[in-house]
């Protein structure tokens, strides 16, 4: 489905399609990050939260867009109830780590920008996206390469089959099949 088609559809029918149409949670999620992003700035007014809990919703809507009912209520209102939760953790997490460093008298540690870079390279490198990664590096080049494009680029499927020099129905293929063959492997892990 070509990205103009998708995002004329509602927030309703994209969350329906997101488990079989990756670009259809891609146009829920730029149609509504900047106004969630702008709701945990409002409320935060702290820009590595504010970051942190627009992926971290984001995150638990594409996990739970298969739990999505559009009967109990519109689908920004399920995203934003998501956002609620995502607040009420970090307000309780935050409550527990000050009392904890008052109660230790540790100042709060302040990080640059090279620091939060670190970390989040280290954290690829050792979290749980490290064994995605490795899986990944497994897949056939071609699957490999169609997946990283589509998935970690973030290229549509008509960028992807110019540079590969094949249709797009054939790159559809690739990264159909390389992310179904990424899901058996994690999934016989955790099996």
Do not use: N
């Not at 070509?2 to 309703?12: L, N, W």
């Not at 702008?38 to 996990?63: H, K, Q, S």
């Not at 709060?108 to 490795?134: H, K, M, S, W, Y």
């Not at 540079?163 to 099996?191: D, F, I, M």
Request: include cysteine; proline fraction near 3%; charge should be positive.
């Amino acid at each position: 489905m070509s990205s103009s088609a998708a995002s004329e559809r509602s927030d309703e029918q994209l969350l329906g399609a997101a488990r079989h149409e990756p670009e259809a949670f891609a146009v829920f999620y730029r149609r509504h990050v900047r106004a969630l992003s702008a709701y945990f700035w409002r409320r935060t007014r702290d820009a590595e939260a504010t970051a942190d809990l627009t992926a971290e919703t984001f995150a638990a809507a594409l996990d739970g867009c298969a739990r999505f009912d559009p009967a109990r209520g519109p689908a920004i209102g399920w995203l934003y109830g998501i956002a609620h939760r995502q607040l009420g953790t970090l307000a309780r997490r935050g409550a527990v780590e000050l009392r904890a460093r008052r109660r230790l008298g540790m100042a709060r540690l302040e990080l640059d920008d090279a620091e939060l870079e670190r970390i989040a390279t280290d954290a690829v490198r050792e979290g749980p996206q490290a064994r995605v990664l490795e899986e990944l590096a497994g897949l056939p080049a071609e699957q490999r390469a169609a997946v990283q494009a589509r998935v970690l680029d973030e290229l549509d499927y008509a960028q992807i089959a110019l540079a590969a020099g094949a249709s797009e129905v054939v790159v559809r293929k690739r990264v159909s099949r390389g992310l179904a063959a990424l899901r058996g492997r994690l999934g016989r892990e955790q099996g």
